[in-house]
């Protein structure tokens, strides 16, 4: 057994092949990991294999899989799970865009308890180096997409991550096209995932084997996570979903607090318009935070109730930029256009609780792990 499996999944590549697995087990060496690197090759017809058998001879730790069945990406990184002799998997493409370097800190952020590391080409200090234009945009929509998914994680299409053996142990992975991680992501049993920087190089020899079948077949695959979680709600995909849903029917009550309010101080209590907005506007931001606390993103906190304050203020400080926006919609349909102030507050509550959604979900309950936005 190894404390960690390198994954490299290689078709046509015997201008990389020797350097990348040099590279690797060199980063192994230095930093004491107790590693295994395997190749998992689709029978290229080149002289890949030939050189990895030569390697193997010298590298003990080097094992190879010839895969005659099944063509393609995915496929062969589930293999690699299958195959591999260790509870942490790191898959790593062969063309040298990956840089080895980062294998022991993604290695000891899997120690560190998370469930899943991602090399991330979309986040500060990510990047990703000499790439034509059509690539970047054929990628940012891949990430867009993913991203319907995983709002959470900026790079959800990587092909450059770690994972622990128990996340896609027991999956239902339905491997196909190139992107395996958001497969993982979708299907896998995961709670924490770090994303990590890293720039990506574009290969410098050998051929691209992105076609426009590729393309088709990730938003086949989306589509297929998606549809997953319905039947899984145990899935992130869901959880995230429910999110959304708990966070829209306490919008909602925000809405009653608000409007009724309103309507009790300026009617029954007959304070100004203006000074009866403050008030609906402020008991509906504390009603909101208070069932969104406890309820809408409770499961996502590690938290003690000592922080609740901090998420408070948060949640005070964000929400001014929507009481804002509420008030002067508000104000100004009602007083200078006239129209009815009870349509007018509605029309501001919901240009506020876009804007609040938008904000709260990146910094007042961000999830720990991540520390992404
Ligand atoms: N086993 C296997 N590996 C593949 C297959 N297609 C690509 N690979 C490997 O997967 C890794 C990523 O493939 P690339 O062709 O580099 O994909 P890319 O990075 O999106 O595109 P380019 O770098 O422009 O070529 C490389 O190590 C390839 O050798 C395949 O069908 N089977
Ligand atoms: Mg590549």
């Known amino acids: 057994m190894y404390d960690l499996t390198v994954i490299i999944p290689t078709f046509k590549e015997e201008s990389n092949i020797a350097t990348i697995i040099r590279e690797v087990?060199?980063?192994?060496?230095?930093?004491?990991?107790?590693?295994?690197?395997l190749v998992v090759d689709d029978n290229s017809p080149d002289r890949t294999i030939g050189i990895v058998r030569d390697l193997q001879k010298t590298i003990p730790h080097l094992s190879l899989v010839v895969r005659n069945e099944d063509h393609g990406l995915s496929?062969?990184?589930?293999?690699?799970?299958?195959?591999?002799q260790s509870d942490i998997f790191l898959v790593m493409d062969a063309d040298l865009s990956h840089p080895p370097d980062h294998i022991p800190e993604m290695l000891a952020e899997i120690r560190a308890g998370n469930d899943i590391v991602i090399g991330s080409r979309y986040m500060e200090g990510g990047g990703i180096?000499?790439?034509?234009?059509?690539?970047?945009?054929?990628?940012?929509g891949a990430t867009f997409l993913g991203r319907l998914l995983f709002p959470e994680i900026r790079d959800p299409v990587s092909g450059f991550f770690a994972v622990?053996?128990?996340v896609v142990e027991h999956a239902e992975l339905k491997p196909r096209g190139y992107k395996i991680l958001l497969e993982v992501l979708g299907k896998g049993t995961w709670k924490t995932a770090k994303e990590i920087p890293f720039e990506f190089v574009d290969r410098a020899v050998g051929s691209s084997k992105l076609g426009l079948d590729t393309i088709t077949e990730y938003a086949a695959q989306v589509i297929d996570n998606a549809c997953f979680s319905w039947t899984h709600h145990e899935s992130v995909v869901w959880q995230e979903w429910i999110k959304l849903f708990k966070y829209g029917i306490v919008g909602l009550s925000g809405i009653i607090v608000n409007e009724g309010v309103l309507i009790y101080l300026k009617e029954f209590v007959h304070l100004s318009l203006p000074v009866s907005s403050i008030f609906a506007i402020e008991l509906s931001i504390l009603s909101n935070f208070i069932w969104n606390d406890v309820w809408t993103f409770n499961s996502d906190r590690k938290h003690t109730l000592s922080h609740r304050w901090q998420r408070l203020l948060s949640f005070q400080g964000v929400s001014i930029g929507g009481a804002i926006i509420n008030f002067a919609i508000l104000n100004v349909l009602a007083i200078l256009i006239g129209i009815d102030y009870r349509i007018a507050n509605i029309i501001g509550i919901l240009v506020a609780f876009a804007w609040n959604f938008w904000i709260n979900r990146r910094f007042t309950w961000k999830k720990q792990c991540t520390d992404l936005f």
């Open 25 to 37: 087990d060199a980063v192994l060496s230095r930093n004491a990991i107790n590693g295994e690197i």
């Open 129 to 140: 180096k000499k790439w034509p234009l059509k690539r970047r945009v054929i990628s940012k």
């Open 75 to 84: 496929q062969s990184v589930v293999e690699g799970f299958q195959k591999a």
């Open 164 to 166: 622990k053996k128990s």
